[in-house]
């Protein structure tokens, strides 16, 4: 099982990310996959899940509104788009195979919001 992430970077206050995660060494279309984040000194923080089938996802509150979950099931792929980033999204994003952040992760891509 490998899952890697990227797009992850620097951006201001009110900009956007899409995040990409590849996956591979399994069959992604039969597994829900999920996004969390872990910020310097916190635990980890559940983020978006979707279903195998891409069908209706489910967010937090802290990014609900703002971030959008979605997967590509021919590439093998699972997406974040973030939106409106605030200066309390920094943190360490990671996929996740499996629902609510309960899974195997990838080794993350680091997101910063800074002016």
């Known amino acids: 099982v490998q899952l890697v992430e990227s797009g992850g970077g620097l951006v201001q206050p009110g900009g956007s990310l899409r995040l990409s995660c590849a996956a591979s060494?399994?069959?992604?279309?039969?597994?829900?996959m999920s996004w969390v984040r872990q910020a310097p000194g916190k635990g980890l923080e559940w983020l978006s899940d979707?279903?195998?089938?891409?069908?209706?996802?489910y967010y937090s509150d802290s990014v609900k509104g703002r971030f959008t979950i979605s997967r590509d099931n021919a590439k093998n792929t699972l997406y974040l788009q973030m939106n409106n980033l605030k200066p309390e999204d920094p943190a360490l994003y990671y996929c996740v195979r499996g629902l609510r952040g309960v899974g195997v992760r990838g080794q993350g891509t680091q997101v910063t919001v800074s002016q």
């Open positions: 060494g399994f069959t992604f279309n039969m597994y829900g």
């Open positions: 979707i279903s195998r089938a891409g069908g209706v996802p």
